[in-house]
């Protein structure tokens, strides 16, 4: 009957609506901090669609105080089990130090020793000096990936049931891979390859010399 099919709409549609007051959590209970580049498609990553997932992104995709404030709301308050983290090659965020970035702002006549961090909260200062630590720039994609797991792991505002894990996006081939293990590295040499060699130590193949 057709009014069963409405019916069926219309219960899902209010579902969907009343999603926070019927106390539904998202699809795949999941809470994804990751970069705001535009080079990473957080759903495509991660294959998931429309309602599957609480998504958080900032410069980085690092813990920043909001990020573990959104972290703890989800987890502790709307159902969320999982969270995963998504940090990507040739990141902003590398690019500069974060005493050359207040330096530059001191240029413009900022003083970056007297900003409200959330104007919406005045009582939330930064002391003296900090300002480039907080603009959190990092050296190492990898280290960095694996810093924000253990962060979020360590925070005491997200329950320890929470199932936590950290993924590079690589935006050069637009794919996902795990921190420091980069396959470009075990595929580009005859020696990351380990390629057999005879008696005499010259490798069986020898790229060098094969395009001599
Ligand atoms: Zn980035």
């Known amino acids: 009957m057709l009014h069963q099919q409405i019916d069926q709409k219309i219960s899902e549609k209010e579902a969907w609506a009343l999603r926070r007051q019927l106390g539904i959590p998202n699809n795949k209970r999941l809470w994804v901090l990751a970069c705001m580049d535009e080079r990473l498609p957080v759903e495509k990553a991660l294959g998931i669609g429309e309602g599957d997932a609480h998504i958080f992104r900032n410069a980085g ?3 920043t105080d909001d990020a573990i404030r959104s972290a703890m709301l989800t987890t ?3 159902g969320t089990k999982e969270i995963i983290v998504i940090n990507h090659t040739e990141c902003g ?6 005493d050359f970035l207040s330096e530059v702002l001191r240029n413009q006549g900022i003083d970056v020793d ?9 009582e939330l200062k930064l002391p ?7 603009i959190k720039t990092f050296t190492d994609v990898d280290e960095s990936c694996t810093q924000q797991v253990e962060l979020l792991r360590n925070s005491f505002l ?3 049931d929470v199932v936590i894990h950290g993924y590079i996006w690589e935006v050069e ?15 580009n040499t005859a020696s990351a390859m380990n390629t057999k060699t005879t008696k005499h130590t010259q490798p069986v193949l020898e790229i060098g010399s094969l395009i001599e």
């Open 93 to 98: 965020m590398m690019t500069a130090s974060g």
């Open 61 to 63: 995709g690092l813990v």
């Open 114 to 122: 007297q900003v409200n961090v959330d104007p919406a909260l005045p």
């Open 173 to 187: 081939n637009m794919s996902l891979r795990r921190p420091y293990k980069r396959l470009s590295e075990k595929v």
């Open 158 to 160: 997200i329950p320890q």
């Open 128 to 134: 003296k000096g900090v300002f480039s630590k907080w």
């Open 76 to 78: 502790q308050f709307f």
